[in-house]
């Protein structure tokens, strides 16, 4: 542990943002899933929605930081590819 007063703050600090990243690719993932099972039901309309939902997660976790802008574009860009050809990707 740090003896000195800022990097004892420094620590805490840094765990708290790798927790809100960690929220951020992990509810990035889930949408990722939901999305696939709506493509495999055949709901036009949801999988519309949850793609919807998962590119304004992947927009804040690139705007917050917790993803790499081009991570974010290539995920972006999967998605939109699984929504084209569904069964190329699962």
């Known amino acids: ?9 420094r620590i805490l600090r ?3 943002e790798r ?3 960690r929220q951020h690719t992990s509810a990035i993932k889930t949408y990722f899933r ?12 949801r999988v519309a929605s949850e793609h919807r939902t998962l590119i304004s997660k992947i927009d804040k976790a690139v705007k917050t930081g917790a993803l790499h802008r ?3 574009a290539r995920k972006k860009s ?3 590819r699984i929504i084209r ?3 190329a990707e699962q």
């Open 34 to 45: 939901r999305l696939e099972a709506a493509i495999v039901e055949g709901d036009d309309e």
């Open 85 to 87: 050809q569904p069964g």
């Open 14 to 16: 840094a765990e708290r």
């Open 70 to 72: 081009n991570t974010g």
């Open 19 to 21: 927790v809100e990243n």
């Open 78 to 80: 999967r998605a939109a």
């Open 1 to 9: 542990m740090a003896n000195i007063a800022s990097q004892k703050k």
